[in-house]
Nanobody, 121 residues
């Protein structure tokens, strides 16, 4: 089985920084995409940042210029550096990976358990 374990959430003030990390472990042949999603109370889960196998990154508009996603393919890890945090960034942040467990297998989606980020004004 595959596990995604996040760390780094917490309570910060507006303008502060946080770094989230996620490590994927288990039977992994190749991870195509690694991403961070978030879900605020009463809202749908949204993609925050995604990095593909080549390291190309995509961000939701509200975090562009403030958040940076990075991945280490050798270690199967992904991080999200968050700068200039705003109260509207408050949410549970989920690590996501789209991967193959074997060379002949299908691409499947996996999720971490989530880590809370709270930004006070």
């Amino acid at each position: 089985q595959v596990q995604l374990v996040e760390s780094g959430g917490g309570l910060v003030q507006a303008g502060d920084s946080l770094r989230l990390s996620c490590a994927a472990s288990g039977m992994i042949f190749r991870i195509n995409d690694m991403a961070w999603y978030r879900q605020a109370p009463g809202k749908q889960r949204e993609m925050v940042a995604l990095a593909n196998l080549d390291g190309d990154a995509d961000y939701t508009d509200s975090v562009k210029g403030r958040f940076t996603i990075s991945r280490d393919n050798a270690k199967n890890t992904v991080s999200l550096q968050m700068l200039s945090l705003k109260p509207e960034d408050t949410a549970v942040y989920y690590c996501f990976a789209r991967l193959m467990t074997t060379s002949w297998g299908l691409l499947r989606n996996y999720w971490g358990q989530g880590t809370q980020v709270t930004v006070s004004s």
